[in-house]
T-cell receptor, first 111, second 112 residues
C-alpha cells in the first residue's frame, strides 16, 4: 500500500465476540482515521485519532495509537453480523493534506 | 454534516472512449479534493490531489494525461478517464476536505 499495512487481512468471528484489527504506517502523521466499507460501496468514517492522543472511544469502537511504534488498533466489542465489512486505516503525512489507506482487514461476523 | 456527491455511481463504456466522473461538495467549499482508485478486494490508492484553480498533483505512477483532473470551482472536481481500456475498470472515489475528510459514494467504471 501507499502508506500502511493492516493485519490480519481477514478475520472471521462469532457474533458477540470482540474483533481487533491492527494498522502499521510508515511516516510521521498528524491524524489517523479508521473507515468502514461495505462490499463495493463508499466509505464510512468511524473515528479519527490525533497524533497526540493515545486512545479514543466511540460506542463499541476503541482505537489506540502508538506513534513510537507507528501503529494503531481498532477494537470492535460485542460484534454483530452487521459489522461485517472491510475496515481501513488511513493516515496523513504531516507534510501535506493527502492521506493514504492501509491494506484493509476484511471482517466477517458469523451470526 | 458535510456531504460529497459523486456522479455517476455506475458507468459502462466502450474501450477507447472517455468517461467523466464528477465530485461535488454540496454544503461546503473544498479547495482540495482527492481522487482514489480501488481494484476488487484491494485497498484505496490515492491517484491525485485536485486543487481549485491550479493543476492537480499526481501520485507516482499515475498517468496525468490519461486521468485528467479539473477543479474549476470550489465545489466541483472532475476526473476524466481518457481512452479507457478494460484495465481501467475500477471503483473510483473522491474525497473532499472540510473540517474532516468526506467521501463520495464512488463510481464503478466498467470498460468493455
Amino acid at each position: 500500500s501507499q502508506q500502511g499495512e493492516e493485519d490480519p487481512q481477514a478475520l472471521s468471528i462469532q457474533e458477540g465476540e470482540n474483533a481487533t484489527m491492527n494498522c502499521s504506517y510508515k511516516t510521521s502523521i498528524n491524524n489517523l482515521q479508521w473507515y468502514r466499507q461495505n462490499s463495493g460501496r463508499g466509505l464510512v468514517h468511524l473515528i479519527l485519532i490525533r497524533s497526540n492522543e493515545r486512545e479514543k472511544h466511540s460506542g463499541r469502537l476503541r482505537v489506540t495509537l502508538d506513534t513510537s511504534k507507528k501503529s494503531s488498533s481498532l477494537l470492535i466489542t460485542a460484534s454483530r453480523a452487521a459489522d461485517t465489512a472491510s475496515y481501513f486505516c488511513a493516515t496523513d503525512k504531516n507534510t501535506g493534506n493527502q492521506f493514504y489507506f492501509g491494506t484493509g482487514t476484511s471482517l466477517t461476523v458469523i451470526p | 454534516g458535510a456531504v460529497v456527491s459523486q456522479h455517476p455511481s455506475r458507468v459502462i463504456c466502450k474501450s477507447g472512449t472517455s468517461v467523466k466522473i464528477e465530485c461535488r461538495s454540496l454544503d461546503f467549499q473544498a479547495t482540495t479534493m482527492f481522487w482514489y482508485r480501488q481494484f476488487p478486494k484491494q485497498s484505496l490508492m490515492l491517484m491525485a490531489t485536485s486543487n481549485e484553480g491550479s493543476k492537480a498533483t499526481y501520485e507516482q505512477g499515475v498517468e496525468k494525461d490519461k486521468f485528467l483532473i479539473n477543479h474549476a470551482s470550489l465545489t466541483l472536481s472532475t476526473l476524466t478517464v481518457t481512452s479507457a481500456h478494460p484495465e481501467d475498470s475500477s471503483f473510483y472515489i473522491c474525497s473532499a476536505r472540510d473540517f474532516g475528510y468526506t467521501f463520495g459514494s464512488g463510481t464503478r467504471l466498467t470498460v468493455v
